[in-house]
């Protein structure tokens, strides 16, 4: 059973920075690409950065150049380094994993999702 728990979450002020990790337990990842979304109230789910087993990476537009993920593979994580960080930041972050298609950031195509860590960030 795969079982995947963020953490890391806070919160913090503009400019600041967080790294987000999510813990993944049953999954190996030639299983397909991880991921991670965020859910700020009132708004979808929308992809913030994935990558898949080979490392090649993807990110949305609103974080290049802010935002990094990685994989350690030995301990079986996954991370999000979130560098200037502003208020448009705030939301529920989820990691995902599983997807069959490329780097996609289509949330259907997970079929793994962790409980989510709060991100806020203020002025």
């Known amino acids: 059973q795969v079982q995947l728990v963020e953490s890391g979450g806070g919160s913090v002020q503009v400019g600041g920075s967080l790294r987000l990790s999510c813990a993944a337990s049953?999954?190996?990842?030639?299983?397909?690409?991880m991921a991670w979304f965020r859910q700020a109230p009132g708004k979808e789910r929308e992809g913030v950065a994935a990558?898949?087993?080979?490392?090649?990476?993807r990110y949305a537009d609103s974080v290049k150049g802010r935002f990094t993920i990685s994989q350690d593979n030995a301990k079986n994580t996954l991370n999000l380094q979130m560098n200037s960080l502003t208020p448009e930041d705030t939301a529920m972050y989820y990691c995902?994993?599983?997807?069959?298609?490329?780097?996609?950031?289509?949330?259907?195509?997970?079929?793994?999702w962790g409980q989510g860590t709060q991100v806020t960030v203020s002025s």
């Open positions: 049953g999954y190996t990842y030639a299983r397909g690409c």
């Open positions: 995902a994993a599983g997807c069959l298609v490329f780097l996609t950031f289509n949330p259907s195509r997970y079929p793994y």
């Open positions: 990558i898949a087993s080979d490392g090649d990476t």
